[in-house]
T-cell receptor, first 115, second 109 residues
Framework: GAVVSQHPSWVICKSGTSVKIECRSL??????MFWYRQFPKQSLMLMAT?????????EQGVEKDKFLINHASLTLSTLTVTSAHPEDSSFYIC???????????FGAGSRLTVL | GQQVMQIPQYQHVQEGEDFTTYCNSS?????IQWYKQRPGGHPVFLIQ?????EVKKQKRLTFQFGEAKKNSSLHITATQTTDVGTYFC?????????FGTGTRLQVTL
């Protein structure tokens, strides 16, 4: 079945630094990738939708200059948390769908801790 | 915007007891999907329902989509410790998947 690889699985960084998270579709071409954020014991909140070769669409309240999303190819999307602060500490999960598919495959998630 | 609420937020059962989580939307849904997230893990797709009144079964799990397509339920018969996790309903609208608030299930022996 479809597999989405997300890296790194966890990262600890100092406040003010930037962190890049990669999301790769391993055995299918992901025309659309989604980035979610999940705080402890809460639901997944959609941050942005990225389509290959175009600018990401951000949800209301999500700062596009802080959460940079790049979807340069059909198998790779990246999320960069710029100038991270402790309140950005969260579980970030990507998901992807192939052309015409309406079921998402999720990556394993990346747990970010900002000190 | 669309809101999808789930109840209960949390349920603790003894192994062998049944469990049900309910998903309610403020708007009519074109479809409903269910996911399971184990502690520390990522959501795993369980099933999708599309038709009004649809009922689907997967072993001990029974999924229902309401007649008005505004609510859905997931029922687990005779829970096992492997059922532990958070169950989310989600709806796909305009290519975006919106998750419900989730129900966390704890099962003890």
């Amino acid at each position: 079945g479809a597999v989405v690889s997300q890296h790194p699985s966890w990262v600890i960084c100092k406040s003010g630094t930037s962190v890049k998270i990669e999301c790769r579709s391993l055995d299918f071409q992901a025309t659309t990738m989604f980035w979610y954020r999940q705080f402890p014991k809460q639901s997944l909140m959609l941050m942005a939708t990225s389509n290959e070769g175009s600018k990401a669409t951000y949800e209301q309240g999500v700062e596009k200059d802080k959460f940079l999303i790049n979807h340069a190819s059909l198998t790779l999307s990246t999320l960069t948390v710029t100038s991270a602060h402790p309140e950005d500490s969260s579980f970030y999960i990507c998901s992807a769908s192939g052309s015409g598919a309406n079921v998402l495959t999720f990556g394993a998630g990346s747990r970010l801790t900002v000190l | 915007g669309q809101q999808v609420m789930q109840i209960p937020q949390y349920q603790h059962v003894q192994e062998g007891e049944d469990f049900t989580t309910y998903c309610n939307s403020s708007t009519t849904l074109s479809n409903i999907q269910w996911y399971k997230q184990r502690p520390g893990g990522h959501p795993v797709f369980l099933i999708q329902l599309v038709k009004s009144g649809e009922v689907k079964k997967q072993k001990r799990l029974t999924f229902q989509f309401g007649e008005a397509k505004k609510n859905s339920s997931l029922h687990i018969t005779a829970t096992q410790t492997t059922d532990v996790g958070t169950y989310f309903c989600a709806s796909l609208t305009a290519s975006k998947l919106t998750f419900g608030t989730g129900t966390r299930l704890q099962v003890t022996l």
